[in-house]
C-alpha cells in the first residue's frame, strides 16, 4: 500500500535530474499525497549529479549499440557508491484535505 513519502525517493531522483537536464530547467516539485496529508519537495537541477549519472547511462547505452546485452549495473550503485547530494527543499509537509480545493 502506498504511504506518504518522507523525502524524494531515491529511485525518483534520476528521472527528475534527467528531466531538468533535458528539460533546460532549473527545479521542478515532487508531491506525494495520502489521505489528507501531502509533502511538496522543490528539487534543484543538480550538474554534479547529471554528470554522475551520464556516465552510467552512457556505459549502458553503448552496450545497447554494440549488441551486448547491457548489465543493468552499469547504472546500479556500484560498491555502495552514493550520488552527489542535490539541493531539495520541502515547501510544504501537513495535512491536506482535498474538499477544501475540489469539494
Known amino acids: 500500500m502506498h504511504q506518504l513519502h518522507a523525502a524524494v525517493p531515491r529511485e525518483y531522483m534520476a528521472q527528475m535530474q534527467g528531466q531538468l537536464e533535458v528539460l533546460g530547467r532549473v527545479w521542478c516539485d515532487f508531491v506525494s499525497w495520502r489521505k489528507g496529508r501531502l509533502l511538496i ?12 549519472l551520464f556516465g552510467r547511462l552512457r556505459r549502458f547505452w553503448r552496450g545497447v549499440g554494440s549488441g551486448v546485452n547491457p548489465q543493468l549495473e552499469a547504472i546500479a550503485l556500484e560498491g ?6 542535490v539541493p531539495q527543499e520541502v ?3 501537513g495535512a491536506f484535505d482535498v474538499n477544501d480545493y475540489f469539494g
Open 91 to 93: 515547501l510544504y509537509q
Open 80 to 85: 555502495g557508491e552514493q550520488p552527489p547530494p
Open 41 to 52: 519537495v522543490r528539487v534543484r537541477h543538480s550538474a554534479a549529479y547529471w554528470a554522475w
